[in-house]
């Protein structure tokens, strides 16, 4: 097996970053420079046993930090660096992780969801102050992604379910069920300007942005699929924002694999034949909108 040395140092640095441990910290632990470390995560070549020790430290299988087929993340903080690093090549993205795409969102939710994340962490939460650093990280994270995406403009295929956006409406966006009224009444104002915000650049058309509407509900298990000239990776996440969120407990999976992606992008190809499209998903939308507010929700 030919060894990819800059995707493994993307994949160690990524792991890093969600051990919650410092560069300086991971370096001495295993004995070697703080430098040494960060040329590794540059792509630098690596020795094998330096990596098993890497590994070993981070709480990693050696073939999913060297990328064998399937790497397995239970870190929101490692799988949202590691959709980062897939953008910073991707030409094309499709985006099938509800009930939104966070770089389409808009910059007002992406103010809230700090906010939002952080209900989520009970007070008597055990680790609660790591589950809290963590947020702040992938806070950071997101930031970085939605720059990534201003300065390069990659194609964006976003399916999202009627379903999802009917319940959003209802709910808000929320990081626990009990929240005071006037804070759900807010929220629910939140999604209701958020989901205006995507009927908007549905009847923009911007160029590169393709959103389908699917009557019904989508997997549960979201996914994305990037494409990078030819190579094509998934990545499949229990992790979640906004409505429902889900930032502390999972495993995702990301992988290359010809046959993983192939059948996802049926399921692709199936829900976008069945998906409301320009004006008729735009209008529906917004009479999902519409009709929440005249429940007086």
Same mark, same amino acid.
């Given at each position: 097996?030919?060894?990819?040395?800059?995707?493994?140092?993307?994949?160690?640095?990524?792991?890093?970053?969600?051990?919650?441990?410092?560069?300086?910290?991971?370096?001495?632990?295993?004995?070697?420079?703080?430098?040494?470390? #960060?040329?590794?995560?540059?792509?630098?070549?690596?020795?094998?046993?330096? %990596?098993?020790?890497?590994?070993?430290?981070?709480?990693?299988?050696?073939? /999913?930090? %060297?990328?064998?087929?399937?790497?397995?993340?239970?870190?929101?903080?490692? #799988?949202?660096?590691?959709?980062?690093?897939?953008?910073?090549?991707?030409?094309?993205?499709?985006?099938? =992780?509800?009930?939104?795409?966070?770089?389409?969102?808009?910059?007002?939710?992406?103010?809230?969801?700090?906010?939002?994340?952080?209900?989520?962490?009970?007070?008597?939460?055990?680790?609660?102050?790591?589950?809290?650093?963590?947020?702040?990280?992938?806070?950071?994270? %997101?930031?970085?992604?939605?720059?990534?995406?201003?300065?390069?403009?990659?194609?964006?295929?976003?399916?999202?379910?009627?379903?999802?956006?009917?319940?959003?409406?209802?709910?808000?966006? =929320?990081?626990?069920?009990?929240?005071?009224?006037?804070?759900?009444?807010?929220?629910?104002?939140?999604?209701?300007?958020?989901?205006?915000?995507?009927?908007?650049?549905?009847?923009?058309?911007?160029?590169?942005?393709?959103?389908?509407?699917?009557?019904?509900?989508?997997?549960?298990?979201?996914?994305?699929?990037?494409?990078?000239?030819?190579?094509?990776?998934?990545?499949?996440?229990?992790?979640?924002?906004?409505?429902?969120?889900?930032?502390?407990?999972?495993?995702?999976?990301?992988?290359?694999?010809?046959?993983?992606? /192939?059948?996802?992008?049926?399921?692709?190809?199936?829900?976008?034949?069945?998906?409301?499209?320009?004006?008729?998903?735009?209008?529906?939308?917004?009479?999902?909108?519409?009709?929440?507010?005249?429940?007086?929700?």
């Amino acid at each position: 097996m030919s060894l990819q040395y800059e995707e493994i140092g993307q994949r160690l640095r990524a792991f890093r970053l969600g051990s919650g441990l410092s560069a300086e910290e991971v370096a001495k632990r295993i004995g070697i420079s703080r430098t040494a470390l #960060y040329r590794f995560e540059k792509g630098e070549v690596v020795k094998i046993e330096t %990596l098993t020790s890497l590994a070993d430290l981070l709480g990693v299988s050696l073939a /999913t930090l %060297l990328g064998v087929e399937i790497e397995y993340l239970s870190n929101a903080v490692t #799988y949202f660096e590691r959709l980062r690093q897939l953008e910073e090549t991707a030409d094309r993205i499709v985006v099938l =992780a509800g009930p939104i795409s966070f770089l389409l969102a808009s910059e007002r939710f992406a103010a809230m969801l700090e906010e939002i994340l952080r209900e989520t962490v009970a007070e008597d939460m055990p680790g609660r102050d790591k589950a809290l650093a963590d947020i702040a990280r992938i806070i950071a994270i %997101l930031a970085e992604r939605k720059e990534i995406y201003a300065r390069r403009r990659p194609a964006i295929v976003n399916l999202i379910s009627a379903v999802d956006v009917e319940r959003m409406v209802r709910s808000g966006f =929320a990081g626990r069920t009990f929240v005071r009224e006037h804070v759900i009444a807010e929220r629910r104002a939140l999604a209701r300007a958020e989901l205006a915000h995507f009927a908007s650049i549905i009847e923009a058309e911007p160029i590169g942005v393709q959103i389908g509407l699917v009557p019904g509900t989508l997997p549960h298990t979201g996914f994305q699929i990037f494409r990078a000239g030819d190579r094509k990776t998934l990545s499949i996440s229990p992790f979640r924002l906004g409505e429902q969120p889900n930032v502390s407990l999972g495993v995702a999976m990301i992988t290359s694999t010809q046959e993983a992606v /192939t059948l996802h992008e049926r399921v692709v190809d199936e829900l976008w034949r069945r998906a409301l499209k320009g004006k008729e998903a735009a209008a529906h939308m917004r009479e999902i909108i519409a009709a929440a507010e005249g429940e007086g929700r």
